[in-house]
């Protein structure tokens, strides 16, 4: 634990997202990709909601008691650290990898923490159509 104390001023209030359309809907948006989780983010347009988050860990990746874990971690990690840096109208959707299971806690929060915050690149124009 990082040994700081939060207190009700400093929470944001981030939502959940609880039902597989919710969850299929932010699939349309950006992906963020990192070793130890994929963040999917999907801009709803609307300044004035809540951000929220949902958290997929899939079978492949281990047990129940281990899916459960990585899922604790991630929540905690939000909890803690990462709320502020998300932005209220937006859908966060964390899937777990494996290696987060082993990770450092604080490694955890500060990867989580870098891909909320990264601004999306620009996209590159295809190949051969530059011109001359």
Request: proline share 6%; no cysteine; hydrophobic share 35%.
């Amino acid at each position: 634990m990082s040994g700081q104390m939060t207190t009700d001023k400093d929470k944001i209030a981030v939502g959940r997202l609880k039902s597989r359309p919710q969850f299929l809907a932010v699939r349309a948006g950006e992906s963020r990709r990192g070793p130890l989780f994929l963040l999917e983010v999907l801009d709803r347009n609307d300044p004035e909601g809540e951000a929220r988050v949902g958290f997929t860990v899939t079978k492949k990746h281990g047990n129940a008691v281990e899916r459960n874990r990585m899922r604790r971690r991630l929540k905690e990690a939000v909890r803690l650290s990462a709320g502020f840096a998300m932005k209220p109208g937006h859908d966060y959707v964390i899937v777990a990898r494996r290696d987060l299971l082993n990770a450092p806690f604080d490694a955890l929060t500060r990867a989580l923490r870098d891909r909320i915050e990264i601004k999306p690149k620009q996209k590159r124009p295809p190949a051969g159509s530059r011109k001359s």
